[in-house]
């Protein structure tokens, strides 16, 4: 289980940088990790963001997350990721 992982995404106002989707995660009081969309269905490419760096955020529920990222989700933090928490950063 993933517990205490916290997924957000940029406000509507701020765009990523190069454009596609940009996801930010943050398990327990560990770093900050933002996950873009690269080339091709399913790649996505992380890395850690410093906390003044961080565009303002928007809470998400695995729900709202493509089925690609929620794998490497897994991946990155170990778990079977059936756990997220809601909360602000």
């Known amino acids: 289980m993933m517990r205490g992982l916290r997924i957000y995404t940029p406000a509507r106002d701020v765009s990523p940088r190069g454009g596609g989707s940009a996801f930010i995660s943050r398990r327990e009081d560990g770093p900050f990790y933002c996950w873009h969309d690269g080339a091709g269905p399913g ?3 992380v890395s850690r963001v ?3 760096a961080l565009p303002r955020l928007v809470p ?3 729900a709202d997350l493509p089925s690609s990222l929620r794998a490497r989700l897994r991946e990155h933090y170990g778990g ?3 756990y997220f ?3 602000r950063p």
Do not use: V
């Open 43 to 45: 790649r996505w490419y």
């Open 50 to 52: 410093p906390r003044e």
């Open 85 to 87: 928490s809601l909360s």
């Open 60 to 62: 998400l529920s695995s």
């Open 80 to 82: 079977d990721g059936s």
